[in-house]
């Protein structure tokens, strides 16, 4: 018989390291916490199937991801039509000091090394995740950590 844990349980446990994790990969702490809130009642809704799964988080992750995507993706439609602008929110340090680094990655690079550092997901997890394989993870995740390494040594200030 397979264990299967309660859903309270995995959210009290994952629930503020996958809005860490969404706030770092879309620098947007509103938009985090409105997709992992959506994603996790589409979990509990769901709880039978997704507790079983070898990577619940792993799925819940890519559900907000993807419902940050989609309201990304409505937002600038929405400010093309009605021309107006939506300011970023000030993140608090540490969290507003790691941005500044992580913003300067390509987005594929910014969510493998949130999902890998923050999330705490194994590279095979990041790539059903993100819908790549796991090849494309490992090479993806090393080019971030060279890009990191160089920007933290440029002399420039974040």
Excluded at 65 to 75: D, F, K, L, T, Y
């Amino acid at each position: 018989m397979v264990f299967v844990e309660s859903f309270d349980a995995w959210y009290l446990r994952e629930h503020d390291r996958m809005i860490a994790t969404l706030v770092l990969t879309t620098g947007e702490l509103d938009l985090a916490v409105e997709g992992v809130d959506e994603a996790c009642s589409r979990a509990l809704e769901r709880w039978n199937r997704v507790g079983v799964m070898d990577s619940p988080s792993g799925w819940v992750y890519r559900v907000a991801i993807n419902h940050a995507r989609r309201v990304a993706r409505r937002r600038t439609m929405e400010q093309s039509v009605f021309r107006r602008e939506v300011s970023t929110p000030d993140l608090p340090a540490p969290a507003s000091e790691l941005w500044e680094l992580v913003a300067a990655l390509s987005e594929r690079q910014r969510q493998v090394v949130m999902l890998r550092h923050v999330a705490e997901l194994k590279q095979s997890e990041i790539g059903t995740v993100l819908g790549i394989s796991r090849g494309t993870v490992s090479s993806t995740l090393h080019d971030a950590h060279q890009r990191l390494g160089r920007l933290l040594n440029d002399d420039h200030e974040f």
